[in-house]
């Protein structure tokens, strides 16, 4: 053995590494976290959504992670929406997810906030996006709010529950 080899055999078995035995549990795998993240969703080979997060953290053991400073574009039926949230929690293996901190979605002129949202899949399989929370949307002219929405993801479609409010005829801002 050369003393390379030799070097390399002794620092391993110093620090006592070797393989696991059969129904032996080891130590829970580190967190991985990483900077300037980007990422995308993609459905039936489709990409559905991209974006990015300023730190993610992620456990390899149980598949959960938290994000930090989030924004996504979401492409739906209708255009292109842009959401950012201050954090996001989840599990990936569940497809769960909530972002919370205050959220802010726009397309086109249309703005909605709320201070928190969750998704994850429905019984059909296909994913949601739900919030308890009061929200409001607003745009040229308009302001609705209401306690509580759903939003299909494909279409981008907002519904609002908890006796939604509209007031029309507002002006812009210039």
Request: proline share 6%; charged share 25%; glycine share 14%.
């Amino acid at each position: 053995m050369r003393l390379r080899e030799a070097t390399f055999v002794l620092l391993i078995l110093a620090a006592g590494c070797r393989p696991a035995r059969p129904g032996e549990t080891g130590p829970v795998v580190p967190d991985l976290t990483m900077d300037g993240v980007q990422f995308q969703v993609d459905r039936a080979g489709v990409t559905t959504a991209t974006g990015e997060a300023s730190r993610l953290t992620y456990r390899r053991d149980t598949t959960d992670m938290a994000a930090v400073d989030l924004s996504m574009e979401l492409a739906t039926a209708t255009g292109l929406v842009r959401i950012t949230a201050p954090a996001g929690s989840g599990r990936i293996i569940d497809r769960h997810f909530r972002a919370s901190g205050g959220i802010r979605a726009t397309r086109g002129s249309d703005v909605a906030t709320t201070s928190s949202a969750v998704s994850g899949p429905g019984p059909d399989g296909r994913i949601w996006i739900h919030g308890d929370d009061a929200v409001r949307v607003e745009g040229p002219g308009y302001r609705l709010t209401g306690i509580g929405f759903d939003v299909d993801p494909a279409t981008g479609d907002l519904a609002l529950r908890g006796k939604p409010h509209l007031v029309t005829g507002l002006r812009t801002r210039p």
